[in-house]
């Protein structure tokens, strides 16, 4: 069985089970609430959706590999867990004929999900779910297309701005830009998560196919707001945008194929090829992938 490891800013790494043990032992361990990041879903058979978004390799190791936690990295990812444990001991705050539930798990095609938020109105036959997401604000600038360009500084007459002193002096000056590009906009595991949570309501519901639906995510960033990224365009914390309802049998489709080929790896025992959408990499650190160190081994060892 795979174990999980906590990584101190020491880079000391130790098994979590000697942590425990002696937790006195490590100054760097009053941190208790980590033990929560370190309690990993074991293999039974079910996968949960949120798996189904990650790259199949990335999931092929979450369940097979040793795990190393950066106790730095993930803190961000570790305020995001603490969300659910609050949504779960939520009431319902609305009318009795509000059907109102946090953290409520669902299952479709026999893959299993764990819904944040949902609100029925049967009188007015709406249905309401909101996916929450706790993060920096590269999500949400990822989610709506926000890019930022440089561009160079033209004067009131359109003609070039030089700089006019120093190194530079009679080069070009540039300044950046952001813009909304929606054809940068990427939505994808956005739109696959809550359409999945939409069909199993109404799979399980058949009435709630005629409701008006408002799908949502909601974006609570760490650093919205903050000088360093009002400038790329992210003024606030909080952002609450509009989810596509993806065409079910498209859902089904890759919902699917994703559970096959994890299927596939973990029967074979074959680590699947790097992740099809790293980011341009950028997802391949400790803050956005828990297996990350593995991974790197395995593909040091592939590219020998
Ligand atoms: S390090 Fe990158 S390629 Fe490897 S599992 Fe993580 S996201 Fe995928």
Request: charged share 25%; with cysteine; hydrophobic share 35%.
């Amino acid at each position: 069985m795979a174990t999980t490891y906590f990584r101190f800013k020491s880079e000391e790494i130790v098994p979590v089970s000697d942590v425990l043990a002696d937790p006195l032992q490590y100054p760097e361990f009053p941190p208790y609430y980590y033990l929560w990041a370190a309690d990993q879903r074991e293999l039974d058979g079910h996968y949960h959706i949120t798996d189904l978004l990650l790259g199949t390799r990335e999931a092929f190791l979450k369940y097979t590999a040793d795990r190393i936690i950066d106790l730095d990295s993930a803190a961000p990812m570790l305020a995001g867990s603490f969300k659910h444990g609050a949504l779960d001991r939520m009431e319902n705050p609305f009318e009795p004929n509000i059907v109102f539930k946090t953290e409520h798990s669902v299952e479709y095609k026999g893959i299993q999900g764990r819904i944040d938020a949902f609100y029925i109105d049967y009188n007015k036959k709406i249905l309401v779910i909101d996916d929450m997401k706790t993060g920096g604000a590269f999500s949400y600038k990822k989610y709506m297309g926000i890019v930022n360009e440089s561009v160079p500084v033209v004067d009131e007459m359109g003609d070039p701005v030089l700089y006019k002193s120093g190194a530079r002096k009679g080069l070009q000056k540039y300044k950046t830009e952001t813009r909304l590009d929606p054809s940068k906009a990427d939505t994808f595991e956005y739109d696959v998560q809550v359409s999945f949570y939409y069909y199993a309501l109404v799979e399980k519901d058949p009435k709630l196919k005629h409701f008006t639906k408002q799908l949502w995510i909601h974006f609570m960033l760490r650093d919205g707001g903050l000088a360093a990224v009002q400038s790329q365009g992210v003024k606030s914390h909080n952002f609450r945008e509009p989810v596509t309802l993806m065409d079910q049998r498209l859902l089904d489709h890759y919902i699917l194929n994703q559970k096959e080929m994890l299927d596939h790896a973990l029967k074979s025992g074959n680590c699947p090829p790097i992740c099809p959408d790293t980011w341009d990499k950028k997802k391949c650190q400790f803050k956005y992938c828990n297996v990350v160190d593995v991974c790197q081994k395995i593909q040091a060892l592939e590219e020998s």
